[in-house]
């Protein structure tokens, strides 16, 4: 009968005498020796929960923990008596199961036991997957710790879901999960909600820790909401253990990316270095088909139409070496199909020109991993794909400096499409380029995309403002002549264009596509074994651009001439200095300026902005996509 323990003792031992090694307490972690100063927690009770055994860390006495290595494996000899019932108890469970509840206490998301220490001891020597006990919540006091944040994002996500065996190291995860799952953000999850979600997690994370998770500073958590986020919560309850097993590990390279905290390595300008002619050689042919996958027509949509003249120059620049397809008016839900159809037309690279499809251009990628697929996106973490977007603030930083230029009352509006990363830069770039000329200049704010809104109503509230300079969409859609774009006064009641930001795509591709034909795209990848890349390419590249009205006076003209230069050599940021929010100031250091990183991820607005940043529930449908993807709200 005491075979069994004599096995549990040894492992307890070793483990004793390596926690020893590591100068780490050998045996169990005592929840009155780490709970905060008293008074300060709150208690709540549970009731019976099914706990799991893995989160079973310890005991709530000092008293109790002597006799179990930090494992809860035993540690005392096999001629106690201790070691006789854990015997008979082990005996038991063999013959019976133990089926009393244990009495434990949770903190953080951590089990300690009170009353049932054995039988947890031979419940994990016997490898159970988890035990029933009536538990108390202890409430720590809130912080603004990160541990602390998440475990109370943890507290309302139980209360919806009552599953305590997922936990996550990053904020905003358990929000995340409840909406991948298809559930409102204060839904409650039904019966089957809960054994559907137990079943695929379950598996998840067998497979997960079978192909080396625990090697991993990430937990199966951690994992399974970007598993999630790349197939979808339905499509991978759908699959079946084999199946479920490949896509494991075909996504590794995303899981690893998940432990550098989604770092993303910025390429600020083209790589011109060109590599010797063996290396460029051993490369393969640099024949290229490029497939570009858009949300809309270039009929209908300036962004569209845009990355579409990049693609007509694409193929003026390389005749002989590239050619081009295009795919229009894609929804999210058919971007997936549009790639492999064209990856069967032979497509051996392919840009998807909207956040919205970063979802089927990452299954696509790790589907067909010799295919080049970046995706027009900002602050998106992927390694099977790049990503790729403009520094379109520095130009906006010229528009506002116009703007406040050309007004004679200082009052400025900005209408703004999607609240992503990237484009509240670019409003507060504007705002700055405003004041910078007039101290005085107030940017009043406006959003495109707001549900039970339209246009008309915008202009409206703008004429009501008194404002008479106005930045609009960025340019011309061909099927609408209004020249309500770019820069313009308002003089009787009619636009009067002043300027217009230009996003070179052309410029972009043809860069790009030379870094393939130079042999230099594969050495970008070199240096960031363990980071994501974007191309994040400005002034000093070409992409991003003012073309200006000739009826702009002189002096303003020259303004411009002499930023663009400055910022294009790097001489400028228009994010230098000290910089004030709505909420007081952002950067105090008059010699400093915002990094790159602090750029892409700017979720404040300048003091001189009138106006919020929408929460995705304000906006419509159409654009629920792409902030789902990059907005700022997900960011917060």
């Known amino acids: 009968m005491l075979e069994e323990y004599n096995k549990a003792y040894k ?31 709150s208690e709540v009770s549970l009731g019976l929960v099914q706990i799991p055994m893995e989160q079973i860390v310890g005991t709530k006495t000092e008293s109790r923990s002597n006799a179990f290595a930090g494992n809860f494996m035993p540690i005392l000899r096999e001629n106690t008596e201790f070691a006789y019932k854990w015997a008979v108890l082990g005996e038991s469970h063999v013959n019976e199961g133990i ?28 490898d159970a997957v988890s035990v029933p006990g009536v538990v108390t919540r202890i409430l720590p006091p809130k912080t603004e710790e990160k541990e602390n944040k998440i475990y109370y994002e943890f507290v309302d996500f139980y209360e919806l879901s009552k599953v ?15 909406n991948l799952i298809g559930k409102g953000p ?7 909600d809960k054994l559907n979600f137990s079943s695929i997690y379950s598996r998840f994370a067998l497979e997960f820790e079978a192909a080396g998770g625990k090697k991993l500073s990430i937990t199966a958590g951690d994992a399974f909401l970007a598993f999630l986020t790349v197939y979808g919560y339905q499509a991978v309850c759908r699959k079946t253990v084999a199946e479920l097993k490949k896509l494991v590990n075909k996504s590794w390279e995303e899981f690893k990316l998940l432990e550098h905290d989604n770092e993303i390595e910025l390429k600020m300008d083209p790589n011109r270095e060109k590599k010797p002619l063996l290396s ?79 979802q089927a251009s990452v299954k696509a990628a790790i589907a067909n991993p010799d295919i080049r697929i970046l995706n027009c996106s900002l602050n998106t973490s992927h390694r099977y794909i790049r990503t790729y977007y403009a520094r379109m603030h520095e130009a906006k930083f010229l528009m506002g400096a116009i703007a406040g230029a050309m007004s004679e009352n200082g009052k400025l509006a900005y209408i703004a499409d999607y609240p992503i990363f990237g484009t509240i830069a670019n409003i507060n770039a504007f705002a700055l380029g405003a004041a910078m000329v007039n101290p005085r200049a107030k940017v009043y704010l406006e959003w495109s995309t707001l549900k039970d809104d339209d246009l008309g109503q915008v202009m409206e509230r703008i004429r009501d403002k008194d404002v008479s300079v106005v930045s609009g969409r960025d340019m011309v859609i061909p099927e609408d002549a209004s020249r309500y774009f770019g820069l313009y006064r308002m003089e009787n009641g009619m636009p009067h264009n002043l300027a217009m930001p230009l996003w070179h795509w052309g410029k972009f591709y043809e860069e790009l596509i030379r870094t393939v034909m130079n042999g230099t795209w594969k050495y970008d990848d070199s240096s960031s074994e363990k980071k994501a890349i974007n191309y994040w390419w400005g002034m000093s590249s070409n992409v991003v651009d003012v073309i200006c009205s000739h009826t702009l006076p002189i002096g303003t003209q020259h303004l411009v001439e002499l930023l663009k230069e400055t910022i294009s050599r790097g001489e400028f940021n228009p994010f230098s200095g000290v910089l004030y ?7 105090d250091d008059p010699q400093g300026s915002l990094s790159p990183e602090e750029i892409i991820t700017m979720n404040w607005l300048a003091d001189n902005v009138i106006g919020s940043i929408p929460k995705s529930w304000q906006l419509t449908e159409q654009a629920k996509p792409v902030t789902l993807q990059q907005g700022v709200e997900k960011g917060q």
């Open 164 to 178: 305590n065996y997922i936990w996550f190291t990053k904020e905003g995860s358990f929000a995340r999960l409840q």
């Open 581 to 587: 929010s709505q909420n007081g100031v952002i950067r």
């Open 186 to 192: 204060k839904e409650v999850w039904d019966d089957d």
């Open 11 to 41: 492992l307890g031992k070793k483990d004793y005498q390596a926690r020893m090694m590591k100068g780490e307490k050998p045996t169990l972690e005592a929840l009155d020796d780490i709970l905060p100063a008293r008074g300060s927690c």
């Open 99 to 126: 089926r009393d509840p244990i009495k434990a206490y949770e903190y953080m998301n951590k089990f300690y036991v009170e009353e049932g220490n054995k039988r947890v001891s031979v419940l994990k020597y016997y």
């Open 280 to 358: 460029r050689l051993l490369t393969g042919s640099t024949k290229l088909k490029i497939a570009f996958i858009y949300a809309k027509t270039p009929g209908s949509s300036a962004w569209t139409y845009a990355h579409e003249l990049g693609r007509l120059h694409l193929e003026q620049t390389f005749p002989d070496e590239v050619t081009t397809i295009c795919y229009e008016n894609i929804v999210p839900e058919l971007a997936e199909k549009a790639i492999t159809d064209a990856i069967a037309k032979g497509c051996n690279m392919i840009f998807t020109t909207t956040p919205a499809f970063v």
